[in-house]
């Protein structure tokens, strides 16, 4: 992420690129208090607790300003090492979770009281700080989606003498660790009252309101880090993720599939329909291919002999960017021996219905807010229901009974003949498809319009003309259809498999046809891949290959309406940088795009 300082004035005390303006106001600002600071402390009329009033002042500066001021506490910090702000290591005892779970129990600590002669060491971040007095201090330690409340009194202090000292150093947001004994407040919070409290990495910057939380969408996509750590849901939203995930692994392994690791990078792009990125090989002096899908290798490992692979991991597809289109997104594909399309239609239904399981507790059905408006009154909301066996659309079939036509034979869906008349149907329709308007793009775009919408709950359509299907096997009984389902949920595709063609004769056909595609301007078209249709000559067996969408599969599952929710760094317009001062480096965005 690029920095959102836009100056191009170095601050000698930060470092931070500012404006001249804001650099001469700085610097004014510091000979002021270097002037007062010369004439001396004034007399002291009476000690008071000056902590809470200093704090209520920070939290009315603007961000560049507290973000100054903290900066120089902590370079102070940093030279006085009273104490070092940044120590090497901090002993924990127990997890937040832990703590909670072992000290939370109803009537293990009764209220008011503490658990004399235990002590444990915690570590986390602060997010609220109330102060009673100067020798009474009230923190909330989160971490690990948990919370623990620190009771810090002076009398409980080992060193009471330095007890204001010591916390008028944290602030919001920032990271410490605490010793101390598990208590419970009297009014019943589960609590630890600290004998000691270090500070460990402190925050710089303000964190925001504890109240208003963190809520600007663009800011939660670009720092997710400050996401994660205001927003729960945010968190409880990537773990979800990681079940689902860990849910697919153990799926596959419990049936005996093994899992490989195939190139990122390779001389074609093939496997799927998509325009690919460029990358160049300096050594080799060659210009490769992200993959776009990991298809041709894993069926060249069943070729090998090794009958049930899957991956699990990236794929690159150098197309737009939308509520449901990431340029860089996971997938996972599996092929598997000796079995065809049948065969996985029922793996997936059983799959996806044991993981919402998983996920409710036993329920089958979920709710989905398709406009994003979870909580708000009138918002539409979708239940979606897993149970098998799905419902199943045949593509030709549904297509006829939507516009009242009688499509060509199947074994005609390749002609140019059929490319006239769908031409002439998406027109008269008002069905839309950008040049070039081949079979496939067309036939695409007419399922888009009238089968998709009606998958709701997840469905299956099944029987897709060959010439949509490079890869996939003829129908063993529809000439010119072959062997191929879709999963659809919400409308939007989430996992593509057929029974694979295993004919290199065949293929090689196939991938001939998609040149004379390519040729015609569609980018998304497939080159020959000689090396695998040699894999093939040695010999596929009957193979079943199938891949779904995880990113996709995770909006669903946790109602949600944006790629860009489900993904810890999904990307991003780049952020304008300043230009660099001569004798300076440029100031760089993140990896981030």
Same mark, same amino acid.
């Given at each position: 992420?690029?920095?959102?300082?836009?100056?191009?004035?170095?601050?000698?005390?930060?470092?931070?690129?500012?404006?001249?303006?804001?650099?001469?106001?700085?610097?004014?600002?510091?000979?002021?208090?270097?002037?007062?600071?010369?004439? @001396?402390?004034?007399?002291?009329?009476?000690?008071?607790?000056?902590?809470?009033?200093?704090?209520?002042?920070?939290?009315?500066?603007?961000?560049?300003?507290?973000?100054?001021?903290?900066?120089?506490?902590?370079?102070?910090?940093?030279?006085?090492?009273?104490?070092?702000?940044?120590?090497?290591?901090?002993?924990?005892?127990?997890?937040?979770?832990?703590?909670?779970?072992?000290?939370?129990?109803?009537?293990? =600590?009764?209220?008011?009281?503490?658990?004399?002669?235990?002590?444990?060491?915690?570590?986390?971040?602060?997010?609220?700080?109330?102060?009673?007095?100067?020798?009474?201090?009230?923190?909330?330690?989160?971490?690990?989606?948990?919370?623990?409340?620190?009771?810090?009194?002076?009398?409980?202090?080992?060193?009471?003498?330095?007890?204001?000292?010591?916390? +008028? =150093?944290?602030?919001?947001?920032?990271?410490?660790?605490?010793?101390?004994?598990?208590?419970?407040?009297?009014?019943?919070?589960?609590?630890?009252?600290?004998?000691? =409290?270090?500070?460990?990495?402190?925050? *710089?910057?303000?964190?925001?309101?504890?109240?208003? @939380?963190?809520?600007?969408?663009?800011?939660?996509?670009?720092?997710?880090?400050?996401?994660?750590?205001?927003?729960?849901?945010?968190?409880?939203?990537?773990?979800?993720?990681?079940?689902?995930?860990?849910?697919?692994?153990?799926?596959?392994?419990?049936?005996?599939?093994?899992?490989?690791?195939?190139?990122?990078?390779?001389?074609?792009?093939?496997?799927?329909?998509?325009?690919?990125?460029?990358?160049?090989?300096?050594?080799?002096?060659?210009?490769?291919?992200?993959?776009?899908?990991?298809?041709?290798?894993?069926?060249?490992?069943?070729?090998?002999?090794?009958?049930?692979?899957?991956?699990?991991?990236?794929?690159?597809?150098?197309?737009?960017?939308?509520?449901?289109?990431?340029?860089?997104?996971?997938?996972?594909?599996?092929?598997?021996?000796?079995?065809?399309?049948?065969?996985?239609? +029922?793996?997936?239904?059983?799959?996806?219905?044991?993981?919402?399981?998983?996920?409710?507790?036993?329920?089958?059905?979920?709710?989905?807010?398709?406009?994003?408006?979870?909580?708000?009154?009138?918002?539409?909301?979708?239940?979606?229901?897993?149970?098998?066996?799905?419902?199943?659309?045949?593509?030709?079939?549904?297509?006829?009974?939507?516009?009242?036509?009688?499509?060509?034979?199947?074994?005609? *869906?390749?002609?140019?003949?059929?490319?006239?008349?769908?031409?002439?149907?998406?027109?008269?329709?008002?069905?839309?498809?950008?040049?070039?308007?081949?079979?496939?793009?067309?036939?695409?775009?007419?399922?888009?319009?009238?089968?998709?919408?009606?998958?709701?709950?997840?469905?299956?359509?099944?029987?897709?003309?060959?010439?949509?299907?490079?890869?996939?096997?003829?129908?063993?009984?529809?000439?010119?259809?072959?062997?191929?389902?879709?999963?659809?949920?919400?409308?939007?595709?989430?996992?593509?498999?057929?029974?694979? *063609?295993?004919?290199?004769?065949?293929?090689?056909?196939?991938?001939?046809?998609?040149?004379?595609?390519?040729?015609?301007?569609?980018?998304?078209?497939?080159?020959?891949?000689?090396?695998?249709?040699?894999?093939?000559?040695?010999?596929?067996?009957?193979?079943? @290959?199938?891949?779904?969408?995880?990113?996709?599969?995770?909006?669903?599952?946790?109602?949600?309406?944006?790629?860009?929710?489900?993904?810890?760094?999904?990307?991003?317009?780049?952020?304008?940088?300043?230009?660099?001062?001569?004798?300076?480096?440029?100031?760089?965005?993140?990896?981030? =795009?």
């Amino acid at each position: 992420m690029a920095t959102e300082t836009t100056g191009t004035h170095k601050d000698p005390v930060t470092g931070e690129l500012i404006s001249k303006q804001e650099l001469k106001r700085r610097e004014k600002q510091r000979a002021k208090e270097a002037a007062k600071a010369a004439k @001396g402390p004034a007399p002291q009329a009476k000690p008071k607790d000056d902590s809470k009033t200093a704090a209520t002042n920070e939290e009315e500066l603007n961000p560049n300003q507290y973000y100054e001021l903290r900066s120089r506490q902590i370079l102070n910090l940093k030279q006085t090492q009273s104490p070092n702000p940044y120590p090497h290591k901090f002993h924990v005892t127990r997890s937040l979770q832990s703590y909670v779970t072992t000290y939370g129990v109803e009537g293990k =600590i009764p209220p008011g009281s503490k658990l004399d002669g235990t002590t444990e060491s915690l570590a986390g971040r602060i997010h609220n700080i109330r102060a009673s007095g100067a020798k009474l201090k009230f923190y909330d330690l989160h971490g690990e989606g948990f919370k623990v409340q620190i009771m810090a009194t002076q009398q409980d202090a080992a060193d009471p003498d330095n007890f204001v000292a010591t916390h +008028d =150093i944290f602030r919001r947001g920032d990271i410490v660790g605490v010793t101390g004994t598990p208590s419970r407040t009297k009014k019943g919070e589960l609590s630890i009252s600290p004998s000691s =409290i270090q500070l460990l990495s402190p925050n *710089l910057h303000q964190l925001p309101s504890s109240h208003f @939380g963190l809520k600007d969408q663009e800011t939660r996509y670009r720092k997710r880090y400050l996401d994660l750590i205001l927003n729960e849901n945010s968190r409880k939203l990537f773990v979800t993720r990681s079940k689902i995930v860990n849910y697919v692994r153990r799926f596959l392994d419990n049936l005996g599939f093994m899992e490989v690791e195939t190139p990122m990078t390779s001389l074609l792009a093939g496997g799927a329909t998509a325009k690919p990125f460029i990358t160049h090989h300096n050594d080799l002096n060659l210009d490769l291919y992200l993959r776009i899908a990991p298809e041709l290798y894993l069926k060249q490992l069943v070729v090998g002999g090794l009958d049930r692979v899957y991956e699990i991991g990236r794929v690159f597809r150098n197309e737009g960017i939308d509520l449901t289109h990431n340029p860089e997104f996971t997938i996972c594909e599996f092929y598997m021996a000796y079995a065809d399309m049948e065969d996985l239609m +029922d793996i997936t239904e059983a799959m996806v219905e044991g993981m919402v399981k998983s996920l409710t507790g036993g329920s089958t059905k979920l709710i989905y807010h398709p406009d994003g408006n979870k909580g708000q009154e009138g918002a539409r909301q979708l239940e979606l229901e897993f149970q098998r066996p799905w419902k199943r659309y045949d593509m030709i079939g549904t297509l006829e009974e939507k516009l009242g036509v009688k499509f060509p034979p199947g074994d005609t *869906l390749h002609t140019e003949e059929t490319n006239q008349w769908l031409r002439e149907l998406c027109a008269k329709h008002n069905v839309e498809c950008s040049e070039p308007r081949t079979n496939a793009r067309m036939l695409d775009k007419l399922v888009g319009e009238y089968i998709e919408p009606l998958c709701i709950s997840p469905a299956f359509i099944v029987g897709h003309p060959q010439v949509m299907s490079p890869l996939a096997k003829w129908h063993r009984s529809r000439p010119g259809l072959c062997e191929r389902f879709e999963g659809f949920l919400c409308g939007k595709e989430i996992c593509n498999a057929y029974t694979e *063609l295993n004919d290199p004769f065949e293929q090689r056909l196939r991938f001939e046809e998609q040149v004379r595609q390519k040729e015609q301007g569609d980018d998304e078209a497939q080159g020959i891949d000689e090396t695998f249709i040699d894999a093939l000559e040695h010999g596929l067996p009957p193979t079943g @290959g199938w891949g779904i969408g995880i990113d996709r599969l995770v909006m669903f599952l946790t109602d949600s309406t944006n790629i860009k929710e489900v993904l810890l760094f999904p990307a991003m317009k780049p952020l304008e940088v300043a230009l660099p001062q001569p004798g300076h480096a440029p100031l760089a965005p993140s990896g981030q =795009i």
